[in-house]
């Protein structure tokens, strides 16, 4: 069965801190990956796309990376910011384009 | 560039009552999506448009939902008749490309936030 489970389910962290988010997958056959972030009230927002092939991809203070072989991902935040209070949403593209999304981890960044 | 337009925001509406929502996605999008995200979970497919054709529809609860993509850009959801469990945050989302390129971003609108009571 497709699946994308994430961890934490939540996460509290002080401002400035480093954090990193997990995401194991079973979806075969696999397209790509994307990592989105969802503040409250609004709709998702594309950090990072992750083919087959690529192992890291950063997008500022956000790092990607992708084990295609154990089929994980992590997000890695840097220099946390009161801003990346956020849903932070595992998605896989598989067979016929579908998208799986995970649950995704609930961030808090306390100052 | 204008981003995807959803309308309206919120609603609140009693059970067995029927809401429509609609979505405009960005110009040229050949892709169309809606989502239903209910609180603490991640979105969920309820259908996929590719122009004005439907490409994914099968966890769309026929019974209740419908949604048409006229012409190929505007699309509307409708719900008839709402239960409580509808309760969730209805997303729309466009992406360019026709399914076929692995690497298009989709871009996803605010959302209509449904309550029924």
């Known amino acids: 069965k497709n699946q994308v489970e994430q961890s934490p389910q939540s996460l509290i962290i002080l401002e400035g801190k480093n954090c990193t988010l997990q995401?194991?997958?079973?979806?075969?056959?696999?397209?790509?990956l994307r990592w989105y972030k969802q503040d409250t009230g609004r709709g998702p927002v594309s950090l990072t796309i992750?083919?087959?092939?690529?192992n890291t991809k950063s997008n500022g203070r956000y790092t990607a990376t992708l084990d295609a072989d154990t089929k994980q991902s992590s997000l890695h935040i840097t220099a946390s910011q009161l801003s990346d209070s956020a849903s932070y949403i595992c998605?896989?593209?598989?067979?016929?384009?579908?998208?799986?999304f995970g649950a995704g981890t609930r961030l808090a960044v306390h100052p | 560039e204008a981003g995807v337009a959803q309308s309206p925001r919120y609603k609140i509406i009693e059970k067995r009552q029927s809401v429509a929502f609609w979505c405009n996605p960005i110009?040229?999008?050949?892709?169309l999506y809606w989502y239903q995200q209910i609180l603490g979970q991640g979105p969920k497919l309820l259908i996929q448009f590719q122009n004005n054709g439907v490409v994914d529809d099968s966890q769309l609860p026929k019974d209740r939902f419908s949604a048409e993509r006229l012409k190929g850009v505007d699309s509307t959801l409708k719900i008839q008749p709402a239960k409580l469990e509808d309760s969730a945050v209805y997303l729309c989302a466009s992406s360019p490309g026709q399914g076929r390129t692995s690497g298009n971003t989709i871009y996803f609108g605010e959302g209509s936030w449904l309550t029924v009571v």
């Open positions: 995401c194991n997958y079973t979806v075969s056959p696999f397209s790509n």
């Open positions: 998605v896989v593209k598989g067979g016929y384009n579908k998208l799986i």
């Open positions: 110009s040229g999008h050949a892709t």
């Open positions: 992750m083919t087959f092939s690529e």
